[in-house]
């Protein structure tokens, strides 16, 4: 089969192959401006994220895809979701605000965070500090969507299955005879 498609390619002349690669560069770089696009109107790096951990349950599961934005002049208030990153720390967490102090005149504000199925704050998530600065924030979730995420976790679990998909994809692409 693979033979036959080899020496299709070859009939077809590398005209159609350039356009096939072409294509494939144009879906690309769509998702790419798309997702930079997104970035910039939520005012976030990361304006949709995959839930890894059973941390906020109930109100958030494993596997739910959370949008995010990035309020620029508004404080955060108790009960508000947030994602934030720690320097050093390998992925964001997810977490509710418990606690919030602003500075006097309102240059910054120093926030407490804990995940609903946690027995205490995050204190000890911190590396030292005893509050998160608004710096250290990626985003305010805004909606979420349940168990769509769990194709990106089962990819990061096997990391094969990203590759065959991946694998799949790109031929189907490159192969389409369009």
């Given at each position: 089969?693979?033979?036959?498609?080899?020496?299709?390619?070859?009939?077809?002349?590398?005209?159609?192959?350039?356009?096939?690669?072409?294509?494939?560069?144009?879906?690309?770089?769509?998702?790419?401006?798309?997702?930079?696009?997104?970035?910039?109107?939520?005012?976030?790096?990361?304006?949709?994220?995959?839930?890894?951990?059973?941390?906020?349950?109930?109100?958030?599961?494993r596997?739910?895809?959370?949008?995010?934005?990035?309020?620029r002049?508004?404080?955060l208030?108790?009960?508000?979701?947030?994602?934030y990153?720690?320097?050093?720390?390998?992925?964001?967490?997810?977490?509710?605000?418990?606690?919030?102090?602003?500075?006097?005149?309102?240059?910054?504000?120093?926030?407490?965070?804990?995940?609903?199925?946690?027995?205490?704050?995050?204190v000890?998530?911190?590396r030292?500090?005893?509050?998160?600065?608004?710096?250290?924030?990626?985003?305010?979730?805004?909606?979420?969507?349940?168990?769509?995420?769990?194709?990106?976790?089962?990819?990061?679990?096997?990391?094969?299955?990203?590759?065959?998909?991946?694998?799949?994809?790109?031929?189907?692409?490159?192969?389409?005879?369009?």
């Open positions: 089969m693979l033979r036959d498609e080899l020496a299709q390619l070859r009939r077809l002349g590398i005209r159609h192959v350039l356009t096939q690669a072409l294509n494939f560069a144009l879906v690309l770089s769509t998702a790419l401006m798309m997702w930079k696009g997104l970035a910039v109107a939520c005012n976030t790096d990361s304006p949709v994220v995959v839930v890894l951990t059973e941390s906020m349950e109930p109100a958030i599961q596997g739910d895809l959370l949008f995010l934005t990035m309020p002049s508004t404080p208030s108790h009960g508000d979701i947030t994602i990153k720690v320097p050093g720390a390998p992925i964001p967490i997810v977490h509710r605000v418990i606690e919030t102090h602003n500075e006097p005149n309102n240059t910054d504000q120093w926030i407490l965070t804990k995940g609903d199925n946690n027995p205490v704050d995050d000890g998530l911190y030292g500090m005893r509050y998160l600065k608004r710096s250290h924030l990626v985003g305010k979730v805004q909606a979420y969507v349940p168990y769509v995420g769990y194709g990106t976790i089962l990819m990061n679990d096997y990391p094969k299955l990203k590759y065959a998909l991946l694998a799949i994809l790109g031929g189907g692409i490159l192969l389409q005879r369009e």
